[in-house]
């Protein structure tokens, strides 16, 4: 199974870019990993978030092969606890799903039609992140449950 992260901008922070690529790096080691970054829309004061969103959500959508299963994070998702998000990575790893796309939406959100297309539509937590705060959480996420899958000692539990 491949995954691939869609995600709108890039990180501007050095502590997440490190983060990131420590974590990603850590991810690759298990599953094959690709990122596909996309530009965010840009506005004045008098921007227009609904606008924005479309736009970015049909970028993202034109990226998003047809056989992949398409999990959309957004804050008013699902939530899973660390067990549950492995058990789920393990389960497509066994019905061989080939390309598992976690999708991040820009400063605005995602789109409705993009949240349509997705298999699953997640929250990492109850509480708002960044959008680039997000895929630092995702990445450990999965590195975490690739851990839990494998009996190694990273998760506490």
């Given amino acids: 199974m491949k995954l691939h992260l869609l995600c709108v901008g890039r990180l501007s922070e050095s502590y997440l870019r490190e ?3 420590d974590f990603s790096s850590r991810v690759q080691r298990y599953l094959p990993l690709t990122v596909t ?4 829309e ?6 227009d978030p609904g606008f924005f969103r479309e736009r970015e959500g ?9 056989e992949a299963f398409v999990v959309a994070l957004d804050e008013k998702g699902k939530t899973l606890q660390s067990e549950q998000l492995s058990e789920f990575l393990g389960q497509h790893m066994v019905q061989g799903t080939g390309e598992l796309a976690f999708v991040i939406g ?3 959100g995602l789109s409705e039609a993009v949240r349509k297309r997705a298999n699953l539509v997640l929250s990492l937590s109850p509480l708002t992140f960044t959008h680039q705060m997000a895929r630092l959480i995702l990445f450990e996420q999965l590195y975490r449950s690739m851990t839990i899958l494998r009996n190694e000692p990273y998760h506490n539990r």
């Fill in 58 to 66: 049909e970028r993202l959508l034109a990226r998003i092969t047809n």
């Fill in 42 to 47: 840009k506005g004045g004061k008098k921007a």
């Fill in 19 to 21: 983060g990131v690529v």
């Fill in 37 to 40: 970054e996309l530009r965010e």
């Fill in 106 to 108: 820009g400063a605005y």
